[in-house]
Nanobody, 113 residues
Framework: QVRLVESGGGLVQAGGSLRLSCAASGIVFRVTRVEWYRQAPGRQRELVAVSSPDGGTNYVDSVKGRFTISRDNAKSTVYLQMNSLKPEDTAVYYC???????WGQGTRVTVSS
């Protein structure tokens, strides 16, 4: 059974940092492409960052230089380090295993101005 569990969300002031975690089970994590998405109120879900099995990463332009995605294959976990947070980063953040098409339940991030 595939399971993805996000954690690390919360309330932070603009300019602050948070680290999100996505712990996976039920998959062969080391060959899995994992993605972070976010959905702000009234907006479509958007792809934020990608971690590929070969170590490659990709980011949406709005977070480049501020967010860093990383993975620990031994722990079957992907992280999203978010620095210099802005109010427009406020959203529910979801991780997704691209290979299986499974989603986590999401973790809420709120950035106050």
């Amino acid at each position: 059974q595939v399971r993805l569990v996000e954690s690390g969300g919360g309330l932070v002031q603009a300019g602050g940092s948070l680290r999100l975690s996505c712990a996976a089970s039920g998959i062969v994590f080391r060959v899995t492409r994992v993605e972070w998405y976010r959905q702000a109120p009234g907006r479509q879900r958007e792809l934020v960052a990608v971690s590929s099995p070969d170590g490659g990463t990709n980011y949406v332009d709005s977070v480049k230089g501020r967010f860093t995605i990383s993975r620990d294959n031994a722990k079957s976990t992907v992280y999203l380090q978010m620095n210099s947070l802005k109010p427009e980063d406020t959203a529910v953040y979801y991780c997704r295993s691209w290979n299986q098409g499974f989603w986590g339940q999401g973790t809420r991030v709120t950035v106050s101005s």
